[in-house]
């Protein structure tokens, strides 16, 4: 469903086990970021209503996510901690040229946002089906479910925002691209690490 070339190896899910304050507070602080991403996205692109209407819900419920992880965290007598780079994302930010029409900066920054997602959605997914914790298990489980619809919501956006043809030969090599990057991922304990 995802459309992932390369899924995570699983041994990620084994480091995610034995990690877990690290993997809660980099999801914390992901969700901060998907939240700033929507922000930002609104701030970029006024001109698109039903843009900024949607991603004025998934702020919202972004930095709902982020309170839900934040007490996982309190829950546990763990501490927020600093946030780290995200080596996932800043790789994938290097596909995309910069510059270009106002559209096409549009239709990358949305590919990225929902490429993001679909891998979390993945992560989210292995989380629930490894972890020995019923109640993290039961949360990952939620929270996967909402992130396949942020996926499919910004290739949606993607899709209606640039010419069809384009975007999914986009999607495609943005997709060839990311596989070659989560090659050298899954080794550390963080969300995309």
């Not at 084994?14 to 990690?19: E, L, R, V």
């Given at each position: 469903?995802?459309?992932?070339?390369?899924?995570?190896?699983?041994r990620w899910a084994?480091?995610?086990?034995?990690?877990i304050?690290?993997?809660?507070?980099?999801?914390?602080?992901?969700e901060?970021?998907?939240a700033?991403?929507?922000?930002?996205l609104?701030?970029?692109?006024?001109?698109?209503?039903?843009?900024?209407?949607e991603m004025?819900a998934?702020?919202?419920?972004?930095?709902?996510?982020?309170?839900?992880v934040?007490?996982?965290?309190?829950?546990r007598?763990?501490?927020?901690?600093?946030?780290?780079?995200?080596?996932y994302?800043?790789?994938?930010l290097?596909?995309?040229?910069?510059?270009g029409?106002?559209?096409?900066?549009?239709?990358?920054?949305?590919?990225?946002a929902?490429?993001?997602?679909?891998?979390?959605?993945?992560?989210f997914?292995?989380?629930?089906?490894?972890?020995e914790?019923?109640?993290?298990?039961?949360?990952y489980?939620?929270?996967?479910?909402?992130?396949?619809?942020?996926?499919?919501?910004?290739?949606?956006?993607?899709?209606?925002?640039?010419?069809?043809?384009?975007?999914d030969?986009?999607?495609?090599?943005?997709?060839?691209f990311?596989?070659?990057?989560?090659?050298?991922?899954?080794?550390?304990?963080s969300?995309?690490?």
């Open positions: 469903m995802l459309g992932l070339k390369l899924p995570t190896d699983p084994d480091i995610a086990k034995k990690n304050e690290d993997i809660l507070v980099d999801h914390a602080y992901c901060q970021k998907a700033s991403t929507a922000i930002s609104i701030v970029s692109f006024p001109e698109y209503s039903e843009l900024v209407l004025t998934l702020a919202r419920e972004e930095m709902g996510h982020f309170k839900m934040y007490d996982k965290i309190l829950e007598g763990y501490t927020m901690g600093w946030d780290r780079k995200d080596e994302v800043l790789a994938l290097k596909f995309f040229p910069k510059g029409s106002r559209t096409d900066q549009l239709v990358h920054r949305l590919l990225i929902g490429l993001i997602e679909a891998r979390s959605c993945e992560r997914r292995m989380l629930s089906e490894k972890l914790d019923k109640e993290l298990a039961e949360f489980k939620k929270l996967m479910i909402s992130e396949a619809g942020h996926y499919t919501m910004f290739l949606k956006f993607a899709r209606h925002y640039g010419d069809l043809e384009k975007v030969q986009k999607w495609g090599q943005l997709l060839d990311e596989a070659g990057i989560i090659k050298n991922l899954s080794k550390n304990q969300i995309h690490g």
